[in-house]
């Protein structure tokens, strides 16, 4: 038996036309989900479906128009069915000083960070508790959990996807739902590259494994929590940060 089996379930990934997310739809439709990939990139998410082939639909949506958000969820369930799995992926992360950060940007980053992820569980949640299954898997960060020097904005709202995994988790786990976060630490992504090569080197010296994260091994975990065996895991945020954050 395959633990990780996905077949017959449904996944909608946001921010899932590059880096992470792109890695986490490839491991759910992999492991044979249906995935609908949800981006504002909107040539870049009709590539990363085109990738995967069969069993993948981009959706072109502004994670930070709520109205549109509502719609993008009509469109995955009109073209392949309700959704079982629910990965918050998509995330803004200016790297900027306390006093460089204006209430717009403050607001931009809540907007697609939190606001969207909320918003976005509690519609696809709602079918999921009446069908009684439900997989919903937000990512986090290490910056959620441990300061950094700059990104104030960007470690507040990571800080509260992981109190807002709880409160989901809490009042979803009897209904067959449940409710996780990853946390991670430096990936290989786009997101990565703007910080520039010297501030990325300086980063990873101080990485206990040496080096920083593939996007494939965090996607392995969301896969894991994705599948029917993880069921009686919910509330939990997953540290996975090659060794930055030992507890
Ligand atoms: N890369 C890292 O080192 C790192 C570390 C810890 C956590 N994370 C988290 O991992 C997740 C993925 O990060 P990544 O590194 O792949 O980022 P990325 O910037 O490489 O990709 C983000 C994706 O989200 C999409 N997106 C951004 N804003 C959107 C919006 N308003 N509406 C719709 N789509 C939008 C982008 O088009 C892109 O496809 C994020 O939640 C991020 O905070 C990343």
New binding site residues.
């Given amino acids: 038996m395959n633990i990780l089996d996905l077949s017959g379930r449904t996944a909608m990934v946001?921010?899932?036309?590059?880096?992470?997310?792109?890695?986490i739809a490839d491991a759910l439709h992999t492991h044979g989900a249906q995935v609908a990939l949800?981006?504002?990139?909107a040539p870049?998410?009709r590539d990363t479906a085109a990738h995967l082939g069969s069993r993948a639909v981009a959706i072109t949506?502004?994670?930070?128009?709520l109205d549109r958000l509502d719609n993008a969820c009509a469109e995955a369930v009109q073209q392949l069915g309700p959704v079982d799995i629910l990965v918050?992926?998509?995330?803004?992360?200016p790297m900027r000083g306390l006093w460089d950060i204006d209430p717009t940007e403050w607001d931009a980053v809540f907007?697609?960070?939190v606001r969207?992820a909320f918003f976005l569980t509690r519609t696809i949640a709602a079918g999921m508790r009446a069908r009684g299954f439900g997989r919903i898997v937000n990512?986090?960060?290490?910056?959620g959990q441990q300061a950094r020097p700059t990104g104030a904005h960007?470690g507040v709202s990571?800080a509260a996807?992981i109190a807002m995994t709880r409160s989901f988790a809490s009042e979803l786990a009897p209904d067959g739902v449940t409710v996780n976060a990853v946390?991670?630490?430096?990936?290989?992504?786009?997101?990565?590259?703007?910080i520039g090569t010297d501030k990325k080197a300086e980063l990873t010296a101080q990485i206990p494994v040496g080096r920083?994260?593939a996007?494939a091994e965090?996607a392995g975990l969301v896969a894991y929590l994705a599948s029917d065996a993880a069921g009686f895991i919910t509330g939990a945020t997953y540290d996975i940060n090659g060794g930055v954050l030992m507890r």
């Fill in positions: 946001t921010g899932a036309a590059h880096g992470l997310g792109a890695a949800l981006d504002h990139d870049a998410n949506a502004d994670l930070a128009d918050n992926n998509a995330a803004m992360a907007a697609v960070n969207a990512i986090a960060s290490l910056s960007y990571k996807l946390a991670p630490g430096m990936i290989e992504t786009p997101m990565v590259h703007t920083i994260a996007p965090i």
